[in-house]
């Protein structure tokens, strides 16, 4: 079983908590301002998200939107996980059980199965245990399915520079079509991290419209489902999107109709100061 690692420390540690703490997430002044309404069969469904991963007091609000998003339409069979690996260059998947303070959540077994069979992407347990990227997402997930939430299956995979992204691509899409899965995929980046703490300072004046633009241009990219011009922008700019990799392999493998983005802003936002500052986006795709 893959244990909670980062329960009262990104988000509360018992239940209560976590729940009042998702609920203020939707509610607050960043958050789409109610709590997820029932699905409707006329709710275009949802193929994918582009969600953040920082501390839930930062980022929760953000989440919220796309979480919301993931409640209101019908629930597929299968949640492709897709973040990036913050401590070592290391590709790879998860299929042990998941622990949050909300209970547990599978790995769907077959699934994964039938992934690492295609050659390209491994079984790596040991990336997994410590990083965050994708552990943040689930108690929002649990919430947001919330009866339905002991039946969620998943398939968690950290996403480095090891990883050829066009063959893993393939091999999601090969697998999804091969099992016959409705999948829906949530992808975990934060965008820029911009400041002294983080190692980049492109700019000293207008930080927060600078910030801003460096973003947008990237997300602009990404509603366009061009991951070609993306990768190219994050290397000419040299932008500090943690999880680029993680949203290129998303955009080479999704066939979507529209995205919107629902909703974005920054730390600075939250805090008031930008010396230090990291954005965050939710991005729906339908």
């Not at 953000?62 to 590709?91: C, M, Q």
């Not at 099992?179 to 829906?184: G, N, P, R």
């Amino acid at each position: 079983m893959r244990r909670a690692a980062y329960a009262g420390l990104f988000y509360p540690r018992t239940s209560i908590a976590l729940r009042k703490a998702i609920e203020d997430c939707f509610t607050g002044r960043l958050g789409p301002g109610a709590l997820p309404a029932k699905p409707r069969v006329s709710t275009p469904p949802v193929k994918g998200i582009i969600s953040p991963h920082a501390g839930y007091v930062y980022s929760g609000m953000a989440a919220a939107w796309s979480y919301k998003a993931i409640a209101e339409t019908r629930t597929p069979d299968l949640f492709v996980l897709i973040g990036p690996n913050h401590r070592t260059n290391e590709s790879g998947i998860s299929v042990e059980t998941f622990e949050t303070p909300l209970g547990l959540v599978r790995t769907d077994q077959e699934f994964a199965r039938a992934l690492i069979k295609k050659g390209n992407i491994r079984i790596n347990e040991g990336i997994h245990i410590h990083e965050h990227s994708l552990e943040v997402q689930l108690p929002f997930l649990q919430f947001a399915l919330s009866s339905k939430a002991e039946k969620i299956k998943i398939l968690p995979l950290l996403v480095s520079d090891d990883l050829d992204l066009e063959r893993a691509a393939q091999d999601l899409k090969q697998t999804i079509t091969e099992l016959k899965k409705e999948a829906l995929f949530i992808v975990s980046s934060d965008f820029t991290h911009y400041g002294h703490a983080y190692g980049y300072l492109p700019f000293t004046e207008d930080i927060k419209e600078n910030i801003s633009k460096l973003d947008r241009d990237a997300i602009s990219f990404i509603l366009r489902g061009d991951a070609q011009g993306f990768e190219n922008y994050v290397r000419t700019t040299r932008a500090s999107i943690c999880g680029y990799l993680a949203i290129s392999l998303f955009l080479r493998a999704l066939i979507f109709n529209k995205a919107k983005l629902e909703q974005y802003y920054t730390s600075g936002d939250v805090t008031g100061d930008y010396t230090n500052s990291v954005s965050y986006a939710s991005i729906v795709f339908r």
